[in-house]
T-cell receptor, first 113, second 113 residues
Framework: GDSVTQMEGPVTLSEEAFLTINCTYT??????LFWYVQYPGEGLQLLLK?????DKGSNKGFEATYRKETTSFHLEKGSVQVSDSAVYFC????????????FGTGTRLTIIP | DGGITQSPKYLFRKEGQNVTLSCEQN?????MYWYRQDPGQGLRLIYY???????QKGDIAEGYSVSREKKESFPLTVTSAQKNPTAFYLC????????????FGSGTQLSVL
């Protein structure tokens, strides 16, 4: 079945550091890929998405590129802020309905001033 | 403001007791979902509803029940048959079951006394 593998956390960085959170996937066909973010005490929010190979999703300074050749969708940000501290989830959808939406285990990110 | 509301934030269950988690949305979304979040694991789908008066089992439905009598409400009952109920429960909704942008509530932490 479909699966998503994220780098294990927690990840701790200093403010203004460069961020990469790795995500790789296994799926048949051509899934859509997502990054969701969960801030402390809140539910998940969609951060960005990409629906086909070589697409780049971006939002709030975060970017991720859909790489079919490496089956990856790594999340990056050039300069993190304390407010970026959260748990980040990579997810995929085979595009057959949301009952097949598959989430990774989440990566906790802490940014220290 | 439109959104999705879960209550209570914290809930305790005694042995042999059924408990019900509330989920209400005012986004006029057709589809609603219940996920379970355990430490070190991705979100797992318990039940989903594509439309009012209809619902389907997800990947881990055993020991849970739901109803969808109103479009805005999708309560989850954790029955005494669920032997390991301690987890964080997240409710979500989407415009329809193929729209991959999910809106999440802030969750309910269920613990066993």
């Amino acid at each position: 079945g479909d699966s998503v593998t994220q780098m294990e956390g927690p990840v701790t960085l200093s403010e203004e550091a460069f961020l990469t959170i790795n995500c790789t996937y296994t799926a048949t066909g051509y899934p859509s890929l997502f990054w969701y973010v969960q801030y402390p005490g809140e539910g998940l929010q969609l951060l960005l998405k990409a629906t086909k190979a070589d697409d780049k999703g971006s939002n709030k300074g975060f970017e991720a590129t859909y790489r079919k050749e490496t089956t990856s969708f790594h999340l990056e940000k050039g300069s993190v802020q304390v407010s970026d501290s959260a748990v980040y989830f990579c997810a995929l959808s085979p595009n057959f309905g949301n009952e097949k939406l598959t989430f990774g285990t989440g990566t906790r990110l802490t940014i220290i001033p | 403001d439109g959104g999705i509301t879960q209550s209570p934030k914290y809930l305790f269950r005694k042995e042999g007791q059924n408990v019900t988690l509330s989920c209400e949305q005012n986004l006029n979304h057709d589809a609603m979902y219940w996920y379970r979040q355990d430490p070190g694991q991705g979100l797992r789908l318990i039940y989903y509803s594509q439309i009012v008066n209809d619902f389907q089992k997800g990947d881990i439905a055993e020991g849970y029940s739901v109803s969808r009598e109103k479009k805005e409400s999708f309560p989850l009952t954790v029955t005494s048959a669920q032997k390991n109920p301690t987890a964080f429960y997240l409710c979500a909704s989407s415009k329809d079951w193929t729209n991959e942008k999910l809106f999440f509530g802030s969750g309910t932490q269920l613990s066993v006394l």
